[in-house]
């Protein structure tokens, strides 16, 4: 289909860049040049105008047939031309689905409608029906591109181009053909197209496609950049570390193309009903146009039919399954707007209902880095020795523990000195340093070499040292609560969340401090990532009838993200752990975005079942009338067209909120 397309475009508006490579490989004809992207663009404008132009032709004999005074046959005829060229597609399109076994559709609503309107002489009524039927459906489908191009928009970062370094040259290249180690250079005012490491210059960056965030990043040489980044003011020359299809950028929009198969229950429920709601209003019609002239005096069959056939008119669903889809469709990409990445509309959905939401800790509600906060020496050895032996003992360990102590001692580890190394799995490491055995660990290295140590503080996670089998004390590593944690905790707590929960593999003492700082419920201390998986079943027992949802880091949660009801990634750009494990991808560390995702979800909720009772409401009322004899065919069109504009109209309210 996308083939033929290219080829009529390439026939009628002659795009040179890619005539060629569609003649001799038409599957891979995928050409980015502008020529070719304009003739696109002017095939969508032309078909429109085409419409545009076909119903003004039907409205001006239309409107010659209404007004003048005109001979029976030709006034008839000019009538049959007019609803020919307004809806003879209609006609045509009913045809061909009632051939695939497709009948209870608005196509066949409408033809048997304007058809029956026809055949009991109602001329005007026909004509008019279907012309402001199509009017309306344009409008429409207008409307339904602009939100779908608003959306596209919010989304838009996906690169067109790469300026691969080659030696001295610069040359213009497709994304995808720069692999891993190549060196691309990016201009000011260009997409970062692929994700690498700064090795030259330093610039300020524009996040905001993929964080939401619309203050700027700083970013100099060694720094790691990502796909969809925009380069502001400097000129960058980075070592790309991803092949496209790998990118941060790639994967993001896969995931929101296939958001949209995964629908909400609303949805579901709306596609059922349609299903079984669309017959059973056109035998209800059948029963109008037949019963009441047999039963009732005076009642003719004309009039009846009549009323049937505005029945017919008012029952078509579209104004449920157009608007519902493109409301949630909309409210995804007003998550995407604000950093957030939802997976599917059942995700989305499923948010507005929660009741239990469980933290993990450690990079989700803290900052995940780990600082040296105190350092206690005893037994004659001084604070600085103390603190060298502990770095040249985790020397080998890539901990963060292990990190926030060589940072803290901040100077270069002579290796030559360290004989020995073993690292006790939980527990610490132990090594020999210039002839002497050194143990750097928790309370239970120590006790398993029989030396006593002291209790410290309980604000953070305690290393002691100890040398030849002699206690020399211990330094204190604390993780800092994030500044956004408390607000998080706070805004969950005025949306009515009625349950707040935290886990972490953290000592007891800690974790307890830390949640009786932000207010949370209940606190599970050190836990293996496997156990949580348990806790988190225990949760489930307790759950009434909301949703669960579990925040964590992405990366060593995996199992208890894929088991809770929404799992949502924190700080997942950049994670591949995050993307593929989550639901929902927070793009940025705030746990306040949690608030935001779910603000998001009820209002969509809220706009959903606004179009739901503004379609049914309308529909019941304008049915009622005209099956009383009330409401004319007029009210039938805007019963159907009307209130399906209406509702995408109110479904686009979504993109404009902030």
């Known amino acids: 289909m996308q083939n033929n397309k290219r080829a009529f475009v390439l026939e009628r ?3 040179k860049s890619c005539a060629l490579d569609a003649k001799e490989s038409p599957l891979n004809a995928n050409c980015d040049s502008d020529s070719c ?3 696109f663009e002017n095939d969508d404008s032309n078909k429109v105008y085409r419409r545009i132009i076909q119903y003004g032709i039907s409205a001006i004999l239309f409107a010659i047939a209404l007004l003048f005074n005109l001979l029976g046959y030709i006034k008839f005829t000019l009538f049959f031309i007019s609803y020919i060229i307004a809806g003879g597609d209609v006609v045509l399109k009913a045809t061909k689905n009632i051939l695939k076994g497709q009948i209870f559709d608005e196509y066949f609503l409408m033809s048997i409608a304007t058809i029956g309107a026809f055949a009991i002489g109602e001329y005007p009524e026909s004509v008019a029906v279907m012309l402001f039927y199509q009017i309306g459906e344009l409008l429409q489908d207008i409307a339904v591109d602009h939100s ?14 790469a300026n691969l370094k080659i030696g001295y040259k610069i040359k213009r290249v497709s994304p995808q053909e720069v692999r891993p180690g190549d060196v691309i250079i990016v201009k000011p005012g260009e997409k970062i197209p692929l994700d690498g490491k ?10 905001s496609a993929l964080t939401g965030e619309s203050v700027l990043k700083e970013v100099y040489k060694g720094a790691d950049v990502l796909s969809g980044f925009i380069n502001k003011n400097g000129l960058l020359t980075i070592e790309v570390t991803r092949e496209f299809a790998e990118s941060t950028v790639s994967k993001i929009l896969g995931l929101i193309e296939e958001a949209s198969s995964k629908k909400a229950p609303t949805e579901k429920f709306m596609t059922k009903f349609a299903k079984y709601y669309t017959p059973i209003v056109v035998f209800l ?3 109008i146009a037949v019963i009441p002239p047999l039963i009732i005096p005076a009642a003719t069959f004309k009039e009846f039919i009549y009323r049937a056939l505005i029945f017919l008119i008012i029952s078509c669903p579209c104004a449920l399954v157009l608007s519902i889809p493109l409301s949630f469709f909309a409210g995804i990409g007003a998550a995407s707007k604000n950093g957030i990445l939802v997976k599917g509309s059942n995700y989305l959905e499923a948010l507005s209902n929660v009741e239990t939401v469980v933290f993990d800790k450690t990079g989700t509600l803290t900052k995940g880095v780990f600082k040296v906060t105190k350092i206690k020496s005893v037994n004659g050895m001084s604070r600085d020795a103390l ?3 502990a770095a040249y003992a985790e020397s080998f360990s890539n901990h963060p523990i292990a990190e926030s102590i060589l940072e803290a001692y901040g100077k270069e580890v002579d290796r030559s ?6 690292e006790i799995s939980g527990n610490g490491v132990r090594a020999n340093i210039e002839g002497k055995e050194v143990l750097v660990g928790n309370a239970k290295l120590m006790k398993m070499g029989n030396i006593d140590c002291v209790t410290g503080d309980s604000t953070g996670t305690i290393i002691h040292v100890a040398i030849d089998n002699k206690y020399c004390g211990y330094i204190l590593i604390s993780d800092e609560v994030k500044e956004d944690s408390p607000k998080a905790i706070e805004s969950l707590r005025k949306m009515g969340i009625k349950r707040i929960v935290m886990l972490t593999g953290d000592n007891k003492v800690v974790s307890d401090k830390i949640a009786a700082s932000l207010g949370i419920d209940e606190v599970y201390s050190q836990l293996l990532p496997n156990e949580k998986v348990g806790v988190l079943e225990k949760l489930y027992a307790d759950n009434k009838k909301g949703k669960l949802i579990f925040v964590g880091d992405g990366i060593n949660d995996a199992p208890v993200l894929a088991r809770s009801d929404v799992g949502v990634a924190m700080g997942g750009i950049g994670s591949d752990a995050a993307i593929e494990a989550a639901d929902v991808v927070l793009m940025t560390d705030e746990p306040s975005k949690l608030v935001t995702a779910i603000k998001i979800s009820k209002r969509t909720k809220l706009i959903v079942w606004e179009n739901i009772l503004l379609a049914l409401g309308v529909k019941i009322v304008v049915l009622a009338l005209g099956a009383l004899g009330v409401a004319t065919m007029w009210e039938a069109v805007f019963a159907d067209v009307g209130v399906a504009l209406l509702a995408v109209l109110n479904s686009l309210r979504l993109l404009n909120k902030k």
């Open 148 to 161: 779908k191009r608003s959306i596209k928009e919010l989304m838009n970062i996906r690169p067109d181009y």
């Open 198 to 207: 700064v090795i030259e210059g330093e610039s300020m960056v524009d996040t």
């Open 285 to 287: 019609a059948l029963i």
């Open 387 to 389: 603190l060298e032996y």
């Open 37 to 39: 992207k304009l003739s």
């Open 13 to 15: 508006f002659g795009c």
């Open 417 to 422: 000195k360290i004989k020995k190394y073993e």
